[in-house]
Each structure stands twice: as C-alpha cells, then as structure tokens.
C-alpha cells in the first residue's frame, strides 16, 4: 500500500496537484488547479486508507469477530507515525516498525527483565517531543536569520 501511495504521490499529476493545493490552495487555483475538488479527493482518499487499516485491525486482531471496545487507542501512534515519518510514505514505513518493534517488544518486558511497560510510552513520548522541538526550533532559527538579514541591510 505505500508504493501505491508513493507512486500516487511522487509520479502522477494528481499527486503533484495534491502537494501544491495542500502548500497553497490560492496559487494552485492561480496556476488552473480546482483546490476544492484536490481538497475533497485527498480526504477521500485518506478516509479509504483509514478505512482499510482499521478494516485490518478488527477483522485481523479478533478472528473476523467485532468487539466492541476491544480496538486499541491506535489513532494517537498513527499521529505520532506520521509526524515521525515527516509526512514521506518511506519516513512513515521506517516510522512505523520502529513504533510497532516497540510496542510488540514492550509485552514482554515485564517478563523477561522485570522493566515496566510504561517505558516503552515514555520513549515513544520523549521521541514525539523531540521531533516537535526540531521543528520548533527550525522555525526559531528561521525567523532569527529574518530579523537578522533585516539589520544587515
């Protein structure tokens, strides 16, 4: 699924009008794009996407049987996956089997040398804050030289 959404993203036109309606709706409608209907087909698209991992969690995890209130809190990593993957669908692979190896080799911590499992969410946690921190501090950094270049000249 993410060569698909890879190829889609990287080789196509509509990946192309994607990436340019999400960095400036008003320009791409400037250069002949419709904004709105790249708006709504990339969030259909996402929802299909989302539609098919959670598909794949229910009917995957609990032997083709829905059980309501079994499904796992996997919104907030999938947040965290994509913000670790910075948005690439190769960051988001490598992203997310660093959080599943985690998550899976956190079970059986406790068994084998005693170590909580809550440490496996303070690693996840202390990585989300930061990569967060990176971003806030490139953007520190950026309006720095700004204010900088500005005094210069």
């Known amino acids: 699924m993410i060569a698909v959404v890879w190829v889609l993203m990287k080789k196509t036109t509509y990946g192309f009008e994607f990436r340019s309606v999400g960095l400036n709706p008003d320009a791409a ?3 002949g794009m419709n904004a ?5 087909l990339a969030m259909l698209i996402s929802g ?5 991992g959670g598909a794949m969690e229910g009917l995957g995890n609990f032997q083709n049987m829905f059980v309501q209130g ?7 990593d ?3 996956v994509a913000l670790l993957g910075i948005g690439s669908p190769i960051g988001i692979l490598f992203a997310a089997l660093l959080f599943s190896t985690l998550k899976i080799g956190g079970t ?3 068994l084998m040398s005693g170590v909580p499992v809550e440490i496996v969410d303070i690693v996840i946690a202390s990585i989300i804050f930061f990569v ?5 501090i490139r953007l520190l950094v950026n309006k720095l030289s ?7 000249a």
């Open 146 to 152: 700004k204010v900088n270049k500005k005094e210069v």
């Open 108 to 110: 059986s911590m406790p």
């Open 78 to 80: 999938g947040m965290a």
């Open 36 to 40: 709105k209907k790249n708006i709504i």
């Open 70 to 76: 079994a499904m796992p809190a996997v919104g907030f």
């Open 29 to 31: 409608d400037y250069a």
């Open 48 to 52: 299909g996407l989302a539609g098919l």
């Open 132 to 136: 967060g921190a990176s971003y806030i």
